[in-house]
Structures are given as C-alpha cells and as structure tokens.
C-alpha cells in the first residue's frame, strides 16, 4: 500500500533495551506535520535507524546489538509487519544503514566496519555479500582507539558508498558492486584529527558535502566530485556561539533543506537545533543561530517531505517535537511533540 492510500506515515524507532517500544508508527497531519501514534511493535531488539524503500512499500532497520542484524518489514495499514527473519549483519553494534545498489548497506560502530546486505526483488534480505572492516585509530583514546564507522550513505550519482568513521577521523569513498556485493575502498579521506565524524549529508545540488563532527560541535564543508570519487575538505563551520558555560556537546544529525538554502544539525548537552545558512556558490555554511530541540539529547533530525517541518529525536527526554521551519530564515518555530521513550530516528512513507 502506498502513502496515497494511507497518508503519510512517520515511523519511528527507539532503543528497547532502554524502555523504547522498537517501531511507532504515527500518522502525519497534512499542513501541521503533527503526529499522532498508532501503534507499536517490538519484535528487532534496538531498532536504532529505519530507512523506508523508495517506492515506501517496506522498511528496512538495524538492531543495534553486540550481534548485529537487520531486518526487513512490509509496510501495511496495521503497521510494518516482518518480512522474514533478522539477517547478521557481520559486525557489532550496526547505527546506521542505507539502500543502494540493490544492496541494504550497513555501518558497525563498535567492529568498525560495513556491510552489504542483498536486497531480493521481494524485499527480503540475504546474508552480507561483504563485510569491510577499517583500520585505524585518531588522539582521542577515550572515543578513538580503533575505527567506529558510524554512517553509510550512496552519493547522488549512486556510483559510491560514503562511510563516515568516528574512530579515524576520515570518510571512505567505497565502490559497491551491484551483481556481487563486493566492497571496495577507492579512497580515504583525511579529517581534522579529533574532530570524529559521525555522519554526511550531500548538498541537493550534488557539488558538496557536510560531515558532522561529533567530538568536536562542527560542520567540515567538502568539496563532491562524483566523476573522480574524491571528497575535499574545505573549511569547519562551528555549530554554537563561542560563550561562556557551554555545556560539554556532541553533534549528531544533520539535514539540508531541498532548495540547499538551509541545514540543521542537532547539538546533543547544549540540547539545540543549530541552523545554517548555505552559499550556493562556494557550499560555505553559516551559523544563523541556535534554538532549544524541546527536549534533551537529540540523535536525530528528520526533514518532512513538504520541507516545511524539522523533527527532532530527543533521546533521554523519550519524545518527538516538530517545528515549523520560517521559509526566509530557515529557523525553527516549535509546534509540538509525541512521547516516544528511548527514541533515536524517524523516517517517512
């Protein structure tokens, strides 16, 4: 059933070993972007990242686990309903995952690896065709003693698998062979040593690219050649005012308006929503300002597909708050909020 049958969805996941309920799902208000839930269901332990097929007929999440798995989940009127078992994943504590290639890629923090799941023509998955493990470490000995790939994300051209590690402090171009699922890294890309990049988002016009740093509270600004497969660092935006007090924070989310005029990144301890303004020219983002996220420790950010509301994912406050977003601006108004105990992403279908 697709979203004109049923109106658009928000799905929501959240952390069951801290009281989470697994998957929400919530209906979403046309104009307001409110949301409502519907139901739940907790059968993948830890359903931490979602991410909806595109044509929203499934679901796809990891189970952020020591023993790592995805699953794959039909979307239907009662909520998403499993579509088979959990598959492993090949590595330990899986936070992020995306589709590309006809492959469920994903990335294991605590192993430092990623994965390439196959996607059937029925949605299922099969086993990881590949697991790629990185190597490395950064200064931080605390957070940084060997690679934590955080993140994985197809570039606009869907040629190349981005993985972001946190424990490196570099980004991995990979290639990723649609027929087998082989993985391959075709460059590595250097970043401030300590900064700790945790996740990437790619400018629509496809020419740049924003990682940010959870160690340290900044945007690196990169330079995105498709045809070449390289990744340039250009320049850190700072996500908070310099001032006095400023409560230890790391940066987690990061969303681009679909116009590329506006990005937001979500501060976790200063508990804000930082709002930056893009030059189309150069990719160079500016701190706007900061507004409060409405609750405490946001992991997530997701835009609505009208690009007019912005959710935040409070973790440790346990709800979802919208805003409105001021069109000329780009800051964020709030208008409400869901209880969602132990929460960590939404996505639409």
Same mark, same amino acid.
């Given at each position: 059933?697709?979203?004109?049958?049923?109106?658009?969805?928000?799905?929501?996941?959240?952390?069951?070993?801290?009281?989470?309920?697994?998957?929400?799902?919530?209906?979403?208000?046309?104009?307001?972007?409110?949301?409502?839930?519907?139901?739940?269901?907790?059968?993948?332990?830890?359903?931490?990242?979602?991410?909806?097929?595109?044509?929203?007929?499934?679901?796809?999440?990891?189970? +952020?686990?020591?023993?790592?798995?995805?699953?794959?989940?039909?979307?239907?009127?009662?909520?998403?309903?499993?579509?088979?078992?959990?598959?492993? @994943?090949?590595?330990?504590? &899986?936070?992020?995952?995306?589709?590309?290639?006809?492959?469920?890629?994903?990335?294991?923090?605590?192993?430092?690896?990623?994965?390439?799941?196959?996607?059937?023509?029925?949605?299922?998955?099969?086993?990881?065709?590949? @697991?790629?493990?990185? !190597?490395?470490?950064?200064?931080?000995?605390?957070? !940084?003693?060997?690679?934590?790939?955080?993140? @994985?994300?197809?570039?606009?051209?869907?040629?190349?698998?981005?993985?972001?590690?946190?424990?490196?402090?570099?980004?991995?171009?990979?290639?990723?062979? &649609?027929?087998?699922?082989?993985?391959?890294?075709?460059?590595?890309?250097?970043?401030?040593?300590?900064?700790?990049?945790?996740?990437?988002?790619?400018? &629509?016009?496809?020419?740049?690219?924003?990682?940010?740093?959870?160690?340290?509270?900044?945007?690196?600004?990169?330079?995105?050649?498709?045809?070449?497969?390289?990744?340039?660092?250009?320049?850190?935006?700072?996500?908070?005012?310099?001032?006095?007090?400023? &409560? +230890?924070?790391?940066?987690?989310?990061?969303?681009?308006?679909?116009?590329?005029?506006?990005?937001?990144?979500?501060?976790?301890?200063?508990?804000?929503?930082?709002?930056?303004?893009?030059?189309?020219?150069?990719?160079?983002?500016?701190? @706007?300002?900061?507004?409060?996220?409405?609750?405490?420790?946001?992991?997530?950010?997701?835009?609505?597909?009208?690009?007019?509301?912005?959710?935040?994912?409070?973790?440790?406050?346990?709800?979802?708050?919208?805003?409105?977003?001021?069109?000329?601006?780009?800051?964020?108004?709030?208008?409400?909020?869901?209880?969602?105990?132990?929460?960590?992403?939404?996505?639409?279908?």
């Amino acid at each position: 059933m697709g979203t004109t049958e049923r109106g658009l969805r928000a799905y929501i996941g959240s952390f069951t070993t801290a009281g989470g309920a697994g998957l929400t799902t919530a209906a979403v208000a046309p104009g307001t972007g409110a949301l409502t839930a519907l139901h739940t269901t907790d059968v993948l332990p830890n359903p931490s990242f979602l991410a909806p097929s595109p044509d929203g007929r499934h679901l796809y999440a990891v189970s +952020e686990t020591t023993d790592g798995t995805a699953a794959a989940f039909t979307l239907t009127p009662e909520g998403p309903a499993p579509l088979g078992p959990p598959v492993p @994943v090949g590595g330990a504590d &899986p936070t992020h995952l995306t589709l590309t290639s006809r492959h469920l890629a994903t990335a294991h923090y605590t192993s430092g690896s990623i994965s390439a799941l196959p996607v059937r023509a029925d949605g299922t998955l099969g086993g990881p065709a590949a @697991v790629l493990r990185h !190597q490395g470490s950064g200064p931080r000995a605390d957070r !940084q003693e060997g690679p934590h790939a955080h993140a @994985v994300r197809a570039d606009p051209s869907g040629r190349w698998l981005l993985s972001v590690d946190l424990g490196t402090d570099s980004v991995r171009c990979c290639t990723l062979d &649609p027929t087998s699922g082989t993985l391959a890294v075709h460059a590595e890309i250097r970043l401030r040593p300590g900064s700790g990049p945790r996740h990437l988002a790619f400018h &629509p016009g496809g020419a740049f690219a924003y990682v940010i740093n959870e160690l340290v509270p900044t945007v690196t600004v990169c330079r995105w050649d498709a045809a070449a497969g390289t990744l340039t660092p250009l320049g850190e935006t700072r996500l908070l005012p310099d001032a006095p007090g400023t &409560p +230890e924070t790391f940066a987690s989310a990061l969303v681009l308006s679909r116009d590329g005029r506006f990005a937001w990144a979500a501060n976790r301890g200063h508990d804000s929503i930082s709002v930056l303004a893009i030059d189309p020219s150069d990719g160079h983002a500016t701190l @706007v300002g900061t507004v409060p996220c409405g609750g405490h420790w946001p992991r997530d950010l997701a835009l609505h597909p009208d690009g007019r509301h912005i959710y935040a994912a409070n973790e440790r406050s346990g709800d979802v708050t919208w805003f409105t977003l001021d069109p000329h601006t780009g800051l964020p108004v709030r208008a409400g909020s869901l209880a969602a105990p132990a929460v960590s992403c939404v996505v639409f279908a």
